[in-house]
């Protein structure tokens, strides 16, 4: 009678522990093949900078109420007369706080009062 061998069952987590140790020493390779910046490089500080709407900007505050260049503005048609704009492009500076339904219908408004584009102004950090 022939006896079968069995074969051993091992867990293939030597494999798998190769593999993970190799990706590891790949990414630090690779992470340092990037230039660091000039340690003697100061970066531009912008923390305490006054953000300033767009001098062609409709400014739009937290109760919805409109303003452009300073002054209380009555509907869309008011802003697009009030406001001179280039190349068919139309900025709002919302204030955070406005609900985005009614940014949405004011962006509406201005189209249907003919902004060809509206564009809305953001503040973007690096925080």
């Known amino acids: 009678m022939i006896r079968k061998r ?6 293939p987590t030597i494999a798998l522990i190769n593999i993970v140790f190799l990706m ?5 390779v690779a992470g340092t093949v990037a230039q660091p910046l000039d340690s003697s490089l100061k970066l531009v500080n912008t923390a305490d900078l006054e953000g300033n709407a767009p001098a062609n900007a409709l400014v739009v505050l ?14 869309a048609t008011e802003a697009l007369e009030a406001l001179e704009y280039e190349d068919g492009i139309f900025r709002i500076v919302p204030d955070r706080a ?29 925080q």
Do not use: C, N
């Not at 590891?24 to 630090?28: K, M, N």
């Not at 937290?62 to 209380?72: F, H, N, V, W």
């Open 6 to 11: 069995r074969k051993s069952e091992r867990e």
């Open 24 to 28: 590891l020493v790949f990414f630090l």
């Open 62 to 75: 937290p109760d919805g109420s409109i303003t452009a260049l300073g002054k209380p503005v009555a509907d």
């Open 98 to 126: 406005l609900l985005a339904k009614d940014l949405v219908r004011l962006g509406a408004e201005l189209r249907a009062a003919g902004a060809e584009k509206v564009v809305i102004v953001t503040e973007r950090a690096l």
